[in-house]
């Protein structure tokens, strides 16, 4: 064996041979918390980040008393609203309340009120511009429709891109932070007066009488949102929700939520080891 091939083999192992295997870290099933009679089972049809969603069937097999996030415009949804209440479960319905997405019935209407150029990082979507436009009429016959659905809450999806100043100087939208919040404001009292709840997304700020709260965390990237917010939500008894992405440690990151927060906490984790949702607090 020669000297270079020494070198390279040693600079190979440097990098390589203690690397360890994420997926064997995850702690044993027998230490995961259990999580306390506040914290529910979360299923989500709406969110698909890496793998699959929490697809019709199985949710219907399956989740019992939890609550259950659809998106339920999509064709032959709301037929199974009913059935998926019929198990003990709450249904929340997604909505964009700050964007306009191409693929929606409602798109042209909305047209006048968006953005001209799409949003890079999700090209079918396009910021609203302003709020003080027909686009609050257009949201409000979504949630007329939700209700008569039978929904239980309506979840509010890009609720907070009126504080987002980079996207603001890049996309140009004119709606300031005032006038967002009294805009996601307006559509929550109107969700309220129709007797379901509303599901704040990834903030809680000026958002007091929002119902629950659900943040997207991702296996580089957790508890990236208010801490003090969240916990003010659990103090309050209020569904705080945890949408983990892209983890091949699930059962651990849960833990050091649960450190962090308390057992109220509901988690749902994108496992990559099995590349779909696996369901907490069951």
Same mark, same amino acid.
């Given at each position: 064996m020669n000297k270079p091939f020494v070198f390279v083999l040693i600079i190979f192992c440097l990098f390589s041979c203690n690397e360890t295997d994420d997926s064997n870290n995850d702690i044993d099933d027998s230490e995961i918390p259990s999580g306390s009679e506040n914290a529910k089972a979360?299923?989500?049809q709406a969110y698909q980040e890496n793998f699959?969603?929490?697809? *019709?069937?199985? +949710?219907?097999?399956? =989740?019992?008393?939890?609550?259950? /996030? *659809?998106?339920?415009?999509?064709?032959?949804?709301? =037929?199974? +609203?009913?059935? *998926?209440?019929?198990?003990?479960?709450? #249904?929340?319905?997604? +909505?964009? *309340?700050?964007?306009?997405?191409?693929?929606?019935?409602?798109?042209?209407?909305?047209?006048?009120? /968006? #953005?001209?150029?799409?949003?890079?990082?999700?090209?079918?979507?396009?910021?609203?511009?302003?709020?003080?436009t027909g686009v609050l009429d257009i949201m409000k016959a979504r949630i007329d429709q939700i209700? /008569?659905?039978?929904?239980?809450? #309506?979840?509010?999806?890009?609720?907070?891109?009126?504080?987002?100043?980079?996207?603001r100087a890049t996309y140009g939208f004119q709606v300031t932070e005032t006038e967002g919040v009294a805009y996601y404001q307006e559509l929550c009292t109107y969700v309220q007066s129709k007797g379901m709840k509303c599901m704040a997304k990834n903030t809680v700020d000026n958002a007091s009488n929002f119902d629950g709260v659900l943040y997207e965390s991702y296996n580089d990237e957790k508890n990236w949102w208010d801490q003090s917010g969240a916990q003010s939500f659990l103090d309050a008894g209020? /569904? #705080? +929700?945890i949408n983990h992405y892209n983890e091949t440690s699930c059962s651990q990151v849960y833990s050091d939520y649960i450190s962090i927060y308390n057992d109220d906490l509901s988690f749902i984790c994108e496992d990559a080891n099995l590349q779909k949702y696996r369901h907490y607090n069951e």
């Open positions: 979360i299923y989500n699959e969603e929490d697809n *019709i069937e199985d +949710i219907l097999a399956t =989740a019992q008393n939890a609550y259950v /996030l *659809i998106d339920p415009f999509q064709e032959g949804f709301p =037929a199974s +609203i009913a059935a *998926i209440k019929a198990n003990g479960n709450d #249904v929340g319905a997604y +909505i964009s *309340i700050g964007t306009g997405e191409t693929y929606r019935d409602d798109f042209d209407a909305m047209s006048p009120y /968006l #953005v001209s150029d799409s949003w890079g990082e999700w090209p079918d979507e396009y910021f609203v511009n302003s709020t003080t209700a /008569l659905w039978g929904c239980d809450w #309506v979840e509010f999806d890009n609720m907070d891109w009126c504080y987002d100043d980079n996207l209020k /569904l #705080v +929700i």
